[in-house]
């Protein structure tokens, strides 16, 4: 599977930004799909995931009630809506497929990061 997220850049504290991830290549049904994150001088950290039905989600605790997990299998693209941003929210995004899991060594594939930086 080709990841290739989208979606990123600059907003102002409070602000919403809405990440793509589309992939290309085995059947993306197949895949629980997932997001993470990763700050300067930070380790990379689970976001959210989702089913490959998108019938079950998880987020982390930091981001549970701001942020929303979804996918569109006819569109072959998962999204991550990223409401009330917070500067502790900078970071660069990363898609993932594999197992429903909140850990990366859950996931086989990944794409390249996209940037989210969140002014004060």
């Known amino acids: 599977v080709q990841l290739q997220a989208s979606g990123g850049g600059l907003v102002q504290a409070g602000g919403s930004l809405r990440l793509s991830c589309a992939a290309s290549?085995?059947?993306?049904?197949?895949?629980?799909m997932g997001w993470f994150r990763q700050a300067p001088g930070k380790e990379r950290e689970f976001v959210a995931t989702?089913?490959?039905?998108?019938?079950?989600?998880s987020e982390a605790d930091s981001v549970k009630g701001r942020f929303t997990i979804s996918r569109d299998n006819a569109k072959n693209t998962v999204y991550l809506q990223m409401n009330s941003l917070k500067p502790e929210d900078t970071a660069a995004y990363y898609c993932?497929?594999?197992?429903?899991?909140?850990?990366?060594?859950?996931?086989?594939?990944w794409g390249q990061g996209t940037q989210v930086t969140v002014s004060s």
């Open positions: 993932a497929a594999g197992a429903y899991r909140r850990v990366e060594t859950g996931y086989a594939y």
């Open positions: 290549g085995r059947t993306f049904s197949n895949y629980a």
């Open positions: 989702t089913t490959w039905s998108g019938g079950n989600t």
